[in-house]
Nanobody, 117 residues
């Protein structure tokens, strides 16, 4: 298993920015994916952005051009830089690990709340 611990959530006004961090520990597969998912109140959890071991990224249409996912392999940390935040971005954000990049998320962090007003 991989352990994931998120930080960096909080409250921000619309148009503002936040950076989420996720400390990753444990043994990862060679062809893994890491991702950020979010769950708004009353809605299902949805993928926001993913990154594979080679650095290729994907984004949900709703965040393209506003969010950037990145990984610092030296610090073993996953990031999500969020800009031009909108009230509809309000959700609990989770980082997750997929050992085979099949969008089958195997390990999860505890989540961090982001509120945009």
């Amino acid at each position: 298993h991989v352990q994931l611990v998120e930080s960096g959530g909080g409250s921000v006004q619309a148009g503002g920015s936040l950076r989420l961090s996720c400390a990753v520990s444990g043994n990862t597969y060679s062809a893994y994916c890491l991702g950020w998912l979010r769950q708004a109140s009353g809605k299902e959890r949805a993928e926001v952005a993913t990154i594979d071991a080679g650095g290729s990224t994907t984004y949900a249409d709703s965040v393209k051009g506003r969010f950037t996912i990145s990984e610092d392999k030296v610090k073993n940390t996953l990031y999500l830089q969020m800009s031009s935040l909108k009230p509809e971005d309000t959700a609990t954000y989770f980082c997750a690990y997929d050992p085979h990049c099949l969008s089958s998320w195997y390990d999860w962090g505890q989540g961090t709340q982001v509120t945009v007003s």
